[in-house]
């Protein structure tokens, strides 16, 4: 079998590292989904990598609804409707930054894997 020329071994190894990063890279949509559905439960941070962010997301609402539950006696549906209010902006401003989030993840997953392939 004949040797490979330096040339070659590049586009070998360029070609594995695209092959990698496209199985591993973060997809724009599942993070906009996930932070739809589930972004009060943290689940578009886990999925980017995020996790004491996520953690702490999650924490903030279950000790919001355990208030809301157990300890504010007055009033109960306009509080709800600020907890509804909240989510809503929180979710707006995370669907805002998740193209740029991903973007950045995404990078750090192709340096991460060129310094992997010596690219």
């Known amino acids: 079998m004949a040797e490979l020329s330096e040339a070659d071994k590049k586009r070998v190894q360029k070609h594995k590292l695209l092959q990698k990063f496209e199985t591993v890279k973060k997809n724009y949509l599942i993070s906009f989904l996930l932070c739809w559905t589930l972004g009060k439960f943290g689940a ?3 999925y980017l990598g995020h996790y004491k962010l996520a953690i702490s997301m999650f924490l903030f609402w279950v000790v919001f609804y355990v208030y809301l539950i157990f300890f504010a006696k007055n009033e109960v549906s306009e ?16 669907l805002i930054r998740i193209p740029k989030i991903t973007e950045k993840e995404n ?7 060129e310094a992997e392939f010596n690219i």
């Not at 990078?107 to 894997?113: D, H, M, V």
């Open 44 to 46: 578009h941070r886990f």
């Open 79 to 94: 509080k709800i409707m600020y907890a509804v209010a909240a989510y809503m902006i929180f979710t707006l401003v995370e």
């Open 107 to 113: 990078n750090k997953i192709k340096r991460s894997l």
